[in-house]
């Protein structure tokens, strides 16, 4: 019998010590506005204001995707703050992929979703995180049965 190991999807470091938040908003058009606003509040209180317009940037497109790609009543946004980076987890109700159409994570920033319109409004959510951000995934939970999925991604200022 052959073994086969995969290996497990990625997962962010999560700090041990920083300062906790969380934002659970119902599952509505209005839920990546307030989520913006409540990282930029969080960031613009923190060590880090120089991450508040990419972190509010990258919330506002992963807490969109939610809402538009999943029927979960609620969205939960967690963050983490420490003197090194800003760690921002959204989590929905749905198990499912994070971007219906477009590339997969991690094959790099490309200009539009493959076979998509350039110059269409939707469909570069992930593009957008995966230029913005230092690191990102997604994670399912629940095991062999899923309930649940978090888009996370790592904000590190960078070095002038």
Request: charged share 20%; net charge positive.
């Amino acid at each position: 019998m052959t073994s086969v190991t995969a290996s497990p999807p990625p997962a962010p470091y999560l700090p041990q010590r920083g300062e906790r938040y969380r934002l659970v908003v119902p599952n509505a058009p209005t839920a990546p506005r307030i989520a913006r606003d409540f990282l930029g509040t969080v960031l613009r209180n923190s060590a880090h204001p120089a991450l508040m317009d990419d972190g509010r940037l990258c919330v506002s497109e992963v807490v969109s995707n939610a809402h538009s790609h999943t029927r979960s009543v609620r969205i939960r946004v967690d963050v983490t703050v420490n003197r090194h980076q800003v760690l921002v987890y959204v989590t929905d109700d749905e198990p499912g992929p994070p971007l219906k159409p477009g590339p997969l994570p991690g094959t790099g920033p490309q200009s539009q979703a493959p076979g998509g319109d350039p110059h269409a409004e939707h469909g570069r959510g992930l593009l957008i995180v995966d230029s913005l951000a230092g690191r990102w995934g997604t994670t399912t939970h629940g095991g062999s049965s899923p309930h649940a999925k978090t888009v996370w991604f790592v904000l590190v200022e960078r070095e002038m």
